[in-house]
């Protein structure tokens, strides 16, 4: 069976962020490191010049801006982010993300149940 994640969720595990961000000249690299129990973790490295155009998901998503600089669009606002700097998205809000620079970044998306996104 092949491993969907760089962390075995039953194990204990330490991964260098520096080093698993994987760039490519031209593109955009994901990789996946826990996706479980509604919690997803993925280490995404762009390109200068990169994007992913305007989209929306119903999960909670916190974004930390790993290395770099980049732009996202917020419901049509235009937000520059760089290292260091931790965004927080609330569920469907549209959004866009422009490499201004080589970046990497690290997206945590909670789905949240029913029940939790009823409570204050």
């Not at 991964?15 to 690299?29: H, K, N, T």
């Not at 909670?60 to 965004?87: H, M, N, Y």
């Not at 945590?108 to 939790?116: C, K, L, S």
Request: proline share 7%; glycine share 6%.
């Amino acid at each position: 069976m092949a491993k969907s994640t760089l962390f075995d969720p039953a194990a204990t595990g330490v991964i260098r962020l520096p080093e698993a961000a994987q760039f490519s000249e031209a593109g955009i690299v994901s990789r996946a490191l826990h996706d479980q129990a509604g919690v997803r973790v993925t280490l995404f490295a762009f390109a200068a010049g990169q994007q992913l155009t305007e989209h929306a998901t119903p999960a909670r998503a916190l974004v930390q801006i790993l290395s770099g600089a980049c732009e996202f669009t917020l419901a049509g606002k235009k937000t520059p982010l760089r290292a260091g700097d931790l965004l927080h998205m609330p569920p469907g809000l549209p959004h866009a993300v422009l490499a201004t620079e080589a970046f990497s970044m690290l997206l945590t998306t909670i789905r949240e149940t029913r029940a939790a996104s009823a409570q204050p």
